[in-house]
Antibody
Framework: QVQLVQSGGGLVKPGGSLRLSCAAS????????MTWIRQAPGKGLECISY????????DYADSVRGRFTISRDNRKNSVSLQMDSLRADDTAVYYC???????????????WGQGTLVTVSS | EIVMTQSPATLSVSPGERATLSCRAS??????LAWYQHKPGQAPRLLIY???TRATGIPARFSGSGSGTEFTLTISSLQSEDLAVYYC??????????FGGGTKVEIK
């Protein structure tokens, strides 16, 4: 079935690095942009990064720009988020999510990974 | 950036009663609005897109309305399993795609 399975995450010290991965199955991966969305404790949802089908276009929220890097491997149907220079306020549950792309552009998210907790603490 | 504002922050509703959740955009987003249900320990679930189209498998008690800057999610007859936080999200103008702060629905 259509699904996204995440791996990675855990506890890391401030200034440290972590890599999240998301494996897609059940759909044609190259037809879709992919995104990462996070939810900090007690906060709402924040779309922090997206990547286009061929990796030509990437963008980041101001809160993570310059520290996080999104990438994808279309041969392995996976998307990753490399997180460097982590700070306490990066503590959150991170989700990979697939947009429906009704009109061929980013829109709403109909498939989500299970979420992975990243805790940044000394 | 389009700011999405949801109200109320918390809504207490008795089982079987109607729940009305509001979402306001800082500028017009046409009908490019989605709603999600988010339960603790689970991934968010798409409920509504295009302001009023229910996603696959979503019960008919969930409905959406509005346009421009004012939107509403209505749960016509609240069930115990509807306890969750509900988020609206605009996709009219990006980057960034933006979500509201959420409305927590409690069972009275």
């Amino acid at each position: 079935q259509v699904q996204l399975v995440q791996s990675g995450g855990g506890l890391v010290k401030p200034g440290g690095s972590l890599r999240l991965s998301c494996a897609a199955s059940g759909f044609t991966f190259t037809d879709y942009y992919m995104t990462w969305i996070r939810q900090a404790p007690g906060k709402g949802l924040e779309c922090i990064s997206y990547i286009s089908r061929g990796s030509n276009t990437k963008d980041y929220a101001d809160s993570v720009r310059g520290r996080f890097t999104i990438s994808r491997d279309n041969r392995k149907n996976s998307v990753s988020l490399q997180m460097d220079s982590l700070r306490a306020d990066d503590t959150a549950v991170y989700y990979c999510a697939r947009p429906r792309m009704v009109d061929g552009t980013l829109d709403f998210f109909d498939i989500w990974g299970q979420g992975t907790l990243v805790t940044v603490s000394s | 950036e389009i700011v999405m504002t949801q109200s109320p922050a918390t809504l207490s509703v008795s089982p079987g009663e109607r729940a009305t959740l509001s979402c306001r955009a800082s500028q017009s987003i046409s009908s490019n609005l989605a709603w999600y249900q988010h339960k603790p320990g689970q991934a968010p679930r798409l409920l509504i897109y295009g302001t009023s189209t229910r996603a696959t498998g979503i019960p008919a008690r969930f409905s959406g309305s509005g346009s421009g800057t004012e939107f509403t999610l209505t749960i016509s007859s609240l069930q115990s399993e509807d306890l969750a936080v509900y988020y609206c999200q605009q996709y009219n103008s990006w980057p960034p795609l933006t979500f509201g702060g959420g409305t927590k629905v409690e069972i009275k």
